[in-house]
């Protein structure tokens, strides 16, 4: 199956599509935290420095980007666990 073509986005494009845009979508937006390694925080606030944007906004697109795919049928890697129903 051929995957259609996605359109090209700065990141700044690319999160603004990614945030809230209503009052009722702004009263369900929230903060959270997620715990990443330092060298994990490093590397974005390098990714973020060459883009010229903030970490949170290349985070918002990160995931955005995440959503899209898993919702147009990309699943990420899994693994099968044998749990003892006991």
Same mark, same amino acid.
């Given at each position: 199956m051929a995957k259609k073509p996605t359109p090209k986005l700065? @990141? %700044? %494009?690319a999160a603004d599509l990614y945030s809230p845009t209503t009052q009722a979508e702004e009263l369900k937006a929230g903060i959270i935290s997620v715990k990443l390694s330092g060298e994990e925080l490093h590397t974005l606030d390098g990714i973020a420095a060459e883009l010229h944007t903030s970490r949170s906004k290349l985070i918002r697109y990160a995931i955005g980007q995440f959503v899209e795919r898993y919702q147009a049928g990309e699943m990420p890697p899994t693994k099968t @666990?044998? @749990?003892a129903d006991i």
């Open positions: 700065n @990141v %700044q %494009q @666990v044998t @749990v």
